[in-house]
């Protein structure tokens, strides 16, 4: 494998922990906007509240290194998209804005009139940027941001790009609804494990049938990518998605599925490596290969070091986040718990 290659399969993993990681707050944010009134909403609200808080900003350090690789190792990728599809772009970046703010400043406003205005931004964001974000990634597996290729709705607003951008939606969906039934466990609240976990096969029974339309949509509108799909590399990871959504629903359908967390991932991590095998050796089909895209060897280089300090560095750290976070070590603090730490207040039992 040449450097630009290793480079390339990195972009396409931090770009599968991206949809993994965002994609679960992403679908955390789609049931709060679908959790109903002020009273009928308030509990799944609460874990939704509590399940994200210690995590939802280190989720867009995969965004900001996927960025950095673009524009550093692949800068012709990097220019063509954001030429070709600077509106869905541009709208994913400001729902990502709006969604932070609203999620940030939702809860410690006091009037409910400002709870709802943040709480409907938070929520209203979290359905609207993953669906750009999954058009614009149509527009580049059918092939339409080609070099050279002039802004317009075509390029994103095209049968492949519809159907991947609703199935972005269902898959962030997917997996907030199976991460929020874990956290339910977690936080002791019975009645939001079922509720939950239902919403968890329902977004995963319509996961598989958009999967299955955007499956045939590809073959006479993405012919290059239906190929890889269904050959080599890209095959056997889509048959592992699908061995994985069946395991998760086999999970969901028991009492306490304790793995349903690792499925899930599967699930959307294998879908998202079999695009990027798929296009293999472009990286929009078929008019830029990975040789084409890449920078000067020199910042190939520069890169690759860069990247394997950040591994170092950076990764255990993360790993331990998310490890602490799954097992409810990163618990907030109540006022009963500041009150007992307080000057004059002794902790119980002392």
Same mark, same amino acid.
């Given at each position: ?14 770009v ?7 994609? *679960? ?11 109903g ?11 939704i ?14 965004? @900001?290194?996927?960025?950095? @690789?673009?524009?550093?190792g ?31 400043l ?17 929520? @209203? ?37 519809? /159907? ?14 199976? /991460? ?48 890889g799909?269904?050959?080599?590399v ?10 994985c ?19 899930a ?9 079999a ?8 990286? @929009?089909?078929p ?13 190939? *280089?520069?890169?690759a070091?860069? *990247?394997?300090v ?23 603090? *109540? ?5 007992r730490?307080?000057?004059g ?6």
């Amino acid at each position: 494998m040449t450097l630009a290659g290793l480079i390339a399969l990195v972009l396409l993993i931090a770009v599968a922990a991206y949809a993994c990681a965002g994609g *679960t707050d992403y679908g955390a944010g789609f049931w709060d906007l679908f959790a109903g009134g002020a009273e009928r909403g308030k509990r799944p609200r609460w874990l939704i509240d509590h399940a994200m808080a210690p995590v939802w900003e280190v989720n867009n350090v995969w965004l @900001i290194f996927i960025l950095v @690789i673009m524009w550093t190792g692949f800068p012709v990728l990097f220019q063509t998209l954001f030429a070709a599809m600077w509106l869905p772009l541009a709208l994913a970046a400001v729902g990502m804005v709006l969604r932070g703010a609203g999620f940030a400043l939702r809860k410690p406003m006091r009037r409910v009139a400002g709870r709802r205005l943040y709480g409907a931004l938070f929520a @209203i964001a979290s359905l609207l940027t993953p669906f750009f974000l999954g058009a614009a990634v149509g527009g580049i597996a059918s092939g339409r941001a080609a070099p050279g290729t002039l802004p317009s709705a075509e390029v994103w607003a095209n049968p492949t790009s519809v /159907f991947f951008g609703l199935l972005t939606i269902t898959a962030t969906a997917f997996l907030g609804a199976v /991460f929020l039934s874990r956290d339910a466990e977690r936080f002791d609240a019975p009645d939001l494990v079922g509720y939950f976990r239902r919403r968890a096969l329902g977004s995963l029974a319509v996961v598989v049938l958009l999967g299955v339309a955007a499956f045939l949509v590809v073959r006479g509108d993405a012919p290059h990518l239906w190929h890889g799909l269904t050959h080599g590399v890209g095959l056997a990871l889509v048959v592992v998605a699908v061995v994985c959504v069946l395991a998760t629903a086999w999970l969901l359908l028991r009492s306490r599925g304790a793995w349903t967390r690792t499925t899930a991932i599967g699930t959307v991590a294998a879908a998202v490596l079999a695009w990027g095998f798929a296009q293999r050796p472009y990286l @929009i089909p078929p008019s830029l290969t990975v040789r084409e895209a890449a920078g000067d060897p020199t910042s190939l *280089t520069w890169l690759a070091f860069v *990247t394997l300090v950040a591994v170092i560095l950076v990764g255990p750290a993360l790993v331990l986040l998310y490890w602490l976070d799954t097992h409810g070590e990163l618990e907030s603090l *109540t006022d009963a718990d500041l009150r007992r730490g307080a000057p004059g207040n002794p902790a119980e039992g002392e």
